[in-house]
């Protein structure tokens, strides 16, 4: 077989399969935690299936996302719904597909999922998002619970929020809804989201407020520097800071919205070499695979294991790897030390499959990346043969 036309996603359904039953393993004991797969990451279909097979729920953020998740068979009511801007036919949808709760991020939201609830003859279950005004340390773009963020209502807002929606016949209060970022690699940083939640579940107590459910969100970080040392994140110490530091009251449920933990090792964007060209001070290897295919480098400054897949020698060299898009933001490493690379060889971008394919764009014009997986072909074995 021929490898497929460049640039393309190839995903690691084995890989996937591990990381989802490691969570189940590490989780075992935990009756009371439900995990969401956070669909934003990657809804390929064949993805979202595989995560639903093994019983996982999901995080969506938006109508199309509800309709991918319950067509890969991820049962409605396990899927919840954030965003701080529900549209009226994104809300209506969600309710009649009877989804398991709202997060809502303000009050005007919940005045409008009351009144669309009211109209269809429902009740939504919902949850306020609260802004815990805590510092992810992570990449300013993705660090969503400070105060500074546009995301949820502020905590001297959620005693009232909770009392006026107690008062709305078309919304029953569940519980509260955190998420104070991504890319999160030291699991110590979740300790003060536990003690806040705590705060809080004390403070819901005094006044006679009953939440259900208590949702922390996702953001648990990997390893982008050694994906094939690491290929699974640490979920063991991940839970385990919840479980020693998070006080769930009996009957209560605890929810996580794992996104990037779950998928990004899975996925590398395969591409190819077009041109190696000499600069004034740098050599630039430019591949056929630009931002318009992966954003994160040009967005948010990330780091991308990149691997030459077809060397011919193992001498190596300092090379900047950028794409062909016409701006100066596409490219993928400065000074990367990698095998000497010519015109042709194949390229491998690690660590892709989170918030990859899902942001590529059309931008140039161009055709968007077709993804295949380890159940089409063995793209090892392809390599091998050529
Ligand atoms: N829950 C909520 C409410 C979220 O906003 C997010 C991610 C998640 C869960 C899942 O977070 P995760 O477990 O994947 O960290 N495009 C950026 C990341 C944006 C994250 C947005 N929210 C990137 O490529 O780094």
């Known amino acids: 077989m021929n490898l497929p036309k460049t640039p393309f996603y190839y995903y690691d359904i084995t890989l996937l399969e591990r990381t989802l039953q490691t969570i189940r393993d590490v989780t075992q004991e935990d009756s009371q935690f439900c995990v969401h797969y956070a669909v934003k990451a990657n809804n390929n279909p064949l993805i979202l299936q595989t995560v639903a097979k093994k019983g996982f729920g999901a995080d969506c953020v938006s109508g199309g996302e509800i ?20 549209t009226d036919d994104e809300i209506d949808f969600a309710l009649q597909q ?81 998420h104070i970022g991504s890319q999160i690699t030291d699991v110590e940083t979740f300790k003060p989201l536990c003690e806040c939640v705590n705060e809080l579940q004390t403070l819901m107590e005094e006044n006679n407020i009953w939440a259900p459910s208590i949702n922390v969100g996702g953001g648990l970080g990997i390893d982008y520097k050694h994906p094939k040392q690491h290929p699974l994140p640490d979920f063991e110490a991940y839970f385990k800071i919840f479980r020693e530091n998070l006080f769930i009251r009996p009957g ?18 395969v591409s190819k070499v077009l041109y190696v060209k000499e600069g004034v001070e740098k050599k630039f290897i430019i591949l056929d695979a630009g931002f318009t295919d992966m954003a994160r480098v040009a967005m948010y400054d990330a780091y991308h294991d990149i691997e030459n897949l077809t ?60 993804p295949y997986s380890t159940q089409d072909f063995d793209l090892d074995a392809i390599l091998k043969e050529q």
């Open 98 to 178: 009877g989804i398991g709760c709202f997060n809502v991020e303000s009050m005007p939201e919940l005045r409008v999922i009351n009144e669309q609830a009211l109209a269809l003859g429902k009740i939504a279950n919902i949850a306020f998002r609260v802004n815990p005004n805590i510092d992810a340390h992570t990449h300013q773009k993705i660090t969503t619970g400070l105060n500074e963020n546009k995301f949820g209502i502020t905590i001297p807002q959620l005693i009232r929020s909770i009392k006026e929606a107690e008062k709305l016949e078309g919304v029953k209060f569940c519980g509260l809804h955190f």
């Open 311 to 370: 060397p011919e020698t193992q001498t190596q060299q300092y090379y900047d790897v950028v794409g062909p898009i016409c701006e100066s933001s596409d490219v993928f490493a400065q000074h990367r030390l990698l095998h000497v690379t010519k015109r042709g060889d194949i390229f491998a971008l690690r660590s892709a499959g989170a918030y990859g394919e899902v942001m590529s764009s059309k931008y140039n014009s161009r055709e968007l990346a077709k």
């Open 252 to 269: 209560q449920t605890l929810h996580f919205e794992l996104g990037r933990s779950i998928v990004a090792q899975c996925g590398t964007l």
């Open 67 to 86: 309709k991918q998740a319950v067509a890969a068979g991820i049962p409605a009511d396990k899927i919840v719904f954030a965003g701080v801007g529900k």
